[in-house]
């Protein structure tokens, strides 16, 4: 399975950005979930949404719930991040994944095999 990414950007504080992410190869059978995680300069990757494909349920961080909207067009294997109210600490690289978590690593890492290389989301104070 292959991720590509995109919809990355700089905005201004309270603006909004919505990401992209369709995979490609042997999707049917390689995942049941996707995510995005986020990674700031000097942090570690962190969960900000995911949300299983089939029956659609979402998990959101604490961090971004009310902000952010993930979801998915299953025709087109796309996974979707709508990003509003965009703070200053959403600055990061996000980085989309698929996979086959658990009902205890959907929002970990470890849960996801897949991964796409990050677009860059800028907001400026």
């Known amino acids: 399975v292959q991720l590509q990414a995109s919809g990355g950007g700089w905005v201004q504080t309270g603006g909004s950005l919505r990401l992209s992410c369709t995979a490609s190869g042997r999707t049917s059978s390689m995942h049941n979930a996707m995510g995005w995680f986020r990674q700031a300069p000097g942090t570690e990757r962190e969960f900000v949404a995911a949300?299983?494909?089939?029956?659609?349920?979402?998990f959101l961080a604490d961090s971004v719930k009310g902000r952010f909207t993930i979801s998915t067009d299953n025709a087109k294997n796309t996974v979707y991040l709508e990003m509003n109210s965009l703070k200053p600490e959403d600055t990061a690289l996000y980085y989309c994944?698929?996979?086959?978590?658990?009902?205890?690593?959907?929002?970990?890492?470890?849960?996801?095999?897949?991964w796409g290389q990050g677009t860059l989301v800028t907001v400026s104070s």
């Open positions: 949300i299983r494909t089939s029956v659609r349920s979402k």
């Open positions: 994944a698929a996979g086959t978590p658990i009902v205890s690593t959907i929002t970990q890492r470890l849960g996801y095999k897949y």
